[in-house]
């Protein structure tokens, strides 16, 4: 299932999907006797260190692979080989800070710190731990839906490139001596006009009444139905460095209509016992749920150009009406923490 996207779009935005369903952690040895960023017993050598822009940043590798894929394919576009001899050398080190690998990568450290604190939380508020407890895969197995024992996150993001154009009615930038300087001011200002409209649903809802399209209010009314509401904000949103581009991501939980009973002084929502669950359904509301399991591990994404008008002031002390061109992609997804 693809989220309604233009026509255009269709043949490139395909081949991007059947990308993003790729495994993006990948191991040179043989699948049977070693795991992609397998987990060891100690700390330390649990840990990925990364570099996100010159900032170091060490990650669990339990962690790691709980991520989306969508992110993950951020974090490692070209994917990501752990051999079994690094593996063992990671192990055998007596000196770590010296040894040990780092992963140079293209993304924002305080988007990766949003999401795994998200994760944390609504692990937490699930488990009542920040550590899941080991249930038998027998058990799971007879489960009508993993939505009944494992915590559901929809994942949105939103990747936007904007264009700022002129109206040739106004002074052209060029006819003064510091026009690069403008043109920048120029990008930054409407930039920042961007980065302040934290709406989720504003420029979608814009494009609906503008083509009248019925799949994407449905889109709309479907997320807002299993979690989002129509006035949410952006969790994060940044510009991206030397680009005239924005990155969005929302977090929300997964209204399931599964509702377990209280066990104890525990505070948590997830059920204690798996093969002992009570659970109170709302049928129609996990119907809803059970569509966006098609999102599972198989991001979808939307493609749509987005038009506004703004009155600028820049430094030169001209107004200027500036027609802002928005390309946004929104990568659809939704997660289910890991069953170890």
């Known amino acids: 299932m693809k989220l ?17 369903t790729e495994s993006v952690v990948t191991s040179v040895a043989d699948p049977s006797t070693i795991t992609p960023l397998q987990l060891n017993n100690t700390g330390a050598q649990n840990l ?13 590798r339990e962690a790691l692979m709980e991520l989306p894929e969508s992110i993950l394919l951020c974090l490692f576009p070209n994917g990501v080989v752990l051999s079994q001899k690094q ?10 800070e010296e040894q040990r690998e780092v992963y140079y990568v293209d993304f ?17 508020s699930y488990y009542g731990t920040e550590i899941r407890p080991l249930e038998p895969v027998q058990v799971q197995s007879h489960l009508p839906s ?6 559901a996150i929809i994942v949105l993001r939103e990747e936007l490139e904007y264009f700022a154009i002129p109206s040739q009615s106004d ?9 690069l300087d403008l043109t920048l001011e120029l990008k930054q200002s409407c930039g920042q006009i961007l980065i302040d409209q934290l709406n989720i649903f504003t420029a979608l809802q814009r494009n609906v009444k503008r083509e009248n399209n019925v799949a994407e209010q449905h889109l709309i009314d479907m997320l807002c139905m ?28 997964l209204k399931t209509g599964i509702t377990h009973p209280p066990q104890g002084t525990v505070e948590m929502t997830g059920p204690a016992n798996l093969a002992r669950m009570n659970p109170q359904v709302d049928s129609p509301q996990l119907t809803t749920a059970q569509k966006l399991l098609l999102f599972w591990r198989k991001p979808a994404r939307k493609c749509w150009w987005d038009a506004t008008t703004v009155d600028l002031t820049l430094s030169d002390q001209h107004p200027r009406q500036i027609k802002l061109w928005a390309r946004r992609v929104w990568t659809l997804e939704l997660s289910l923490f890991r069953v170890i």
């Open 146 to 151: 993993p939505l009944f024992y494992r915590q």
């Open 108 to 124: 924002d450290a305080a988007c990766l710190s949003f999401i795994l604190s998200f994760y944390t939380q609504a692990r937490l």
């Open 4 to 20: 309604p996207q233009n026509s255009t779009n269709n043949q490139q935005q395909q081949q991007t999907n059947e990308k993003m």
């Open 226 to 253: 299993s979690g989002f509401t129509r006035d949410d904000t952006w969790g994060y949103r940044s510009a991206e460095p030397h680009r005239c581009s924005i990155t969005s991501l929302a977090l929300v939980l």
């Open 171 to 179: 002074p052209p930038l060029s006819a003064t001596d510091n026009s």
């Open 87 to 96: 593996q063992q050398q990671q192990q055998q080190t007596h000196h770590e």
């Open 48 to 60: 990925i260190h990364l570099e996100l822009r010159t900032r170091p940043f060490s990650i669990d």
